[in-house]
C-alpha cells in the first residue's frame, strides 16, 4: 500500500518541481528555464542548469512560457500576455484572458518578461533581463593527494546578470584536516560584458589553498578579453588576458613524502591567462561542460599552469541536480620538487538552486 501512494506521489511532487518556460527546437527537442529575451530573431533563453543559449529563431519551432511578457511586433504594435503551444503551433494568450490567437516567432521583433502587469501604454522593460541566479552544492571530493581518500566539501555559486554586464561569484570549501582548515579552497569573483557575441572585457580576482600540494594560498588579478558564442543547445567561451598572482606555500602537511624540514616559500608571477570553455545540452535537459585554463608564466619562460574541469550535470527536478566532475592540473616546475606535477580530483554533489 505505501509502495502505492509512494508511485503516484513522487511523480506528482516532480511534476509540481517541474515549472518554467519551455523551448522547443526544431528538431523535437524541448530545454526548460526561463526565457530572458526575443530580439531581432534572436531567441536568448537562460536553461535549468548553468549557462545560456542564443538560437535564431528559425531553429525554434514553439516557445510557451508561465510568464508574461511584453511584445513588440513588427508592425511596432505592442501586445502584453503569454506564449503557448497548442496542436503544435504557438498561440498568445493576451493579459485581459480574451480569445487566444495564433502568432509566428518571425513576426516577434522583441519580447521580454515583465515583473506584474503593465498599463496598456507601459514601455517594454529593460530590466527584464536582470535576475539573480544561486546555488548550494554539498557532496564529496576524492583528490589523489590527500589525507583521506574522501572527503566532504560545500560549494555555493550566485550570478547577476544585469542588461549588459554578467556578475558571477563561486567559493569551494574542503573540510580536509580539522587543524588547518580549510585545507581546499577555490574561490572566484568575475565580471564581463556581455555584447550578443562580440568580444567584451572581463575581470577576475581567484583565491585558492590546498595544503594537499603544499599551497598555503595563490590569489590572482586577471584581466583581458573574451568572446561567447551560443547555439540553439551549446555555448563556447573563449577568453585571453594577463593575471599577476602572488603564492605562499607550506610543506607542512606534506612532510610524510620525504620533506625532513619544514620548508616556507613565496613568489609572485605575470602570467598569460588563455581559457577555453563549452558547454552542451544533452537528453533530458542534462548538460555535459568541459572548461581548459592555460597559465603560461611571463616571470619565468618555460613554466606553465594548466587546469582543466569536466562536469557532468543533471536535474533531478527544476531546483536540484545531481552534479558529477572530474579536475586535473599540471605544474610544469612545483615549487617543492617532491611533488607530482598532476594531481587530479572528482567529486559528485547535490545542488539546489533559489
Not at 567584451?200 to 583565491?207: D, K, L, N, S, W
Not at 602570467?271 to 570553455?277: F, P, Y
Request: charged share 25%; net charge negative.
Amino acid at each position: 500500500m505505501i509502495m502505492r501512494i509512494a508511485r503516484f506521489l513522487i511523480p506528482c511532487l516532480f511534476a509540481g518541481l517541474a515549472t518554467g518556460d519551455v523551448l522547443t527546437l526544431s528538431g523535437g527537442e524541448s530545454v526548460q528555464g526561463q526565457l530572458l529575451r526575443i530580439r531581432s530573431g534572436v531567441i536568448q533563453f537562460k536553461t535549468t542548469l548553468e549557462g545560456q543559449i542564443m538560437a535564431p529563431a528559425d531553429t525554434v519551432e514553439a516557445i510557451a512560457t508561465d510568464r508574461n511578457l511584453v511584445l513588440t511586433l513588427n508592425d511596432e504594435s505592442i501586445l502584453f500576455g503569454k506564449l503557448a503551444t497548442e496542436s503544435g503551433e504557438n498561440q498568445f494568450h493576451p493579459l485581459d484572458n480574451g480569445p487566444a490567437s495564433p502568432i509566428a516567432l518571425a513576426d516577434i521583433k522583441e519580447a521580454m518578461p515583465i515583473p506584474s502587469p503593465p498599463a496598456k501604454d507601459a514601455p517594454a522593460y529593460e530590466s527584464a533581463l536582470e535576475s539573480w541566479k544561486s546555488s548550494v552544492q554539498t557532496g564529496i571530493r576524492w583528490q589523489d593527494n590527500a589525507k583521506d581518500d574522501v572527503d566532504a566539501f560545500l560549494r555555493l555559486e550566485t550570478e547577476r546578470r544585469l542588461k549588459d554586464h554578467l556578475a558571477e561569484m563561486n567559493l569551494s570549501v574542503e573540510r580536509g584536516d580539522p587543524d588547518d582548515f580549510p585545507s581546499f579552497l577555490e574561490g572566484t569573483a568575475r565580471i564581463s560584458a556581455e555584447n550578443d557575441g562580440a568580444p567584451g572585457i572581463f575581470g577576475e580576482i581567484t583565491a585558492e589553498r590546498n595544503t594537499f600540494n603544499a599551497l598555503d594560498l595563490r590569489t590572482g588579478l586577471a584581466l583581458g578579453l573574451h568572446w561567447r558564442a551560443t547555439g540553439a543547445a551549446s555555448g563556447t567561451d573563449w577568453h585571453a588576458g594577463l593575471q599577476v598572482a602572488h603564492e605562499s606555500h607550506d610543506n607542512d602537511a606534506i612532510r610524510n613524502i620525504g620533506f625532513e624540514r619544514r620548508e616556507e616559500k613565496e613568489e609572485s608571477a605575470l602570467n598569460l591567462q588563455l581559457g577555453l570553455r563549452y558547454a552542451r545540452i544533452l537528453h533530458g535537459n542534462a548538460e555535459l561542460s568541459t572548461a581548459l585554463t592555460l597559465y603560461p608564466s611571463l616571470t619565468d619562460l618555460g613554466d606553465l599552469r594548466a587546469r582543466s574541469e569536466t562536469a557532468y550535470t543533471l536535474p533531478l527536478a527544476q531546483r536540484l541536480q545531481l552534479r558529477l566532475e572530474l579536475a586535473i592540473e599540471y605544474e610544469s616546475d612545483p615549487v617543492f620538487g617532491a611533488l607530482d606535477p598532476f594531481s587530479a580530483s572528482f567529486g559528485a554533489s547535490l545542488g539546489v538552486e533559489f
